[in-house]
């Protein structure tokens, strides 16, 4: 079956050091892999998104890189802000007809102190 | 920019009752959705819906579950006979096409709806 692992938290930063958090996946096809962040009391908001191998998908200074060789889309970010205290969850969905379900990854918490 | 919305925020019900969970999804997707997160754990997909029918659904979607699309805005979520473990945050999602496809278009998700049993 389709999995993701992801690094549990929480994880603890000072304002401005470097984030990553990491992903990998199983999957019995071609997923496509996203990032997903719930920052507290919210729902959940797509982060950034890869289709295909050697994607990379940005936004908001986040960065992943979709690693078909080693199954992996590990999050980074330079410089986290406090403002990026949230939880982060890996996900994937396959490349492949029907209606694709997501499946998440457990969630990391990210809590960043100035 | 568009969003999914769900009612309620907060539900409170007694064990054994009936309880419906109500989503509006954005106006122009196709594809609906139900995830549920035990709090704690991860978020488990429930059931998907296209064309006024049931695309798939999780073991965890029994015959206490059922969803429906009772008008051309809403998609509802309705619980029979709920129990302790039902206990969770429910997320509403939709999406403008099958995600997975090549021009790939992501699912858009709810703020959810906590669901506590007594």
């Known amino acids: 079956g389709n999995s993701v692992t992801q690094m549990e938290g929480p994880v603890t930063l000072s304002e401005e050091a470097f984030l990553t958090i990491n992903c990998t996946y199983t999957a019995t096809g071609y997923p496509s892999l996203f990032w997903y962040v719930q920052y507290p009391g919210e729902g959940l908001q797509l982060l950034l998104k890869a289709t295909k191998a050697d994607d990379k998908g940005s936004n908001k200074g986040f960065e992943a890189t979709y690693r078909k060789e080693t199954t992996s889309f590990h999050l980074e970010k330079g410089s986290v802000q406090v403002s990026d205290s949230a939880v982060y969850f890996c996900a994937l969905t396959l490349n492949s007809g029907g209606y694709q379900k997501v499946t998440f990854g457990i969630g990391t918490k990210l809590q960043v102190i100035p | 920019e568009p969003e999914v919305t769900q009612t309620p925020s907060h539900q409170v019900t007694q064990m054994g009752q009936e309880v419906i969970l109500r989503c509006v999804p954005i106006?122009?997707?196709?594809?609906f959705y139900w995830y549920r997160q035990i709090l704690g754990q991860k978020v488990e997909f429930l059931v998907s819906?296209?064309?006024?029918?049931?695309?798939?659904k999780s073991e965890i979607f029994d015959d206490q579950f059922s969803v429906e699309r009772p008008d051309g805005s809403n998609f509802t979520l309705k619980i029979r006979s709920t129990k302790l473990e039902d206990s969770a945050m429910y997320f509403c999602?939709?999406?403008?096409?099958?995600?997975?496809?090549?021009?790939?278009?992501?699912?858009?998700f709810g703020d959810g709806t906590r669901l506590s049993i007594l």
């Open positions: 999602a939709s999406s403008e096409a099958k995600t997975g496809w090549s021009g790939n278009q992501p699912q858009h």
């Open positions: 819906f296209y064309n006024n029918e049931i695309s798939e």
């Open positions: 106006s122009n997707h196709l594809y």
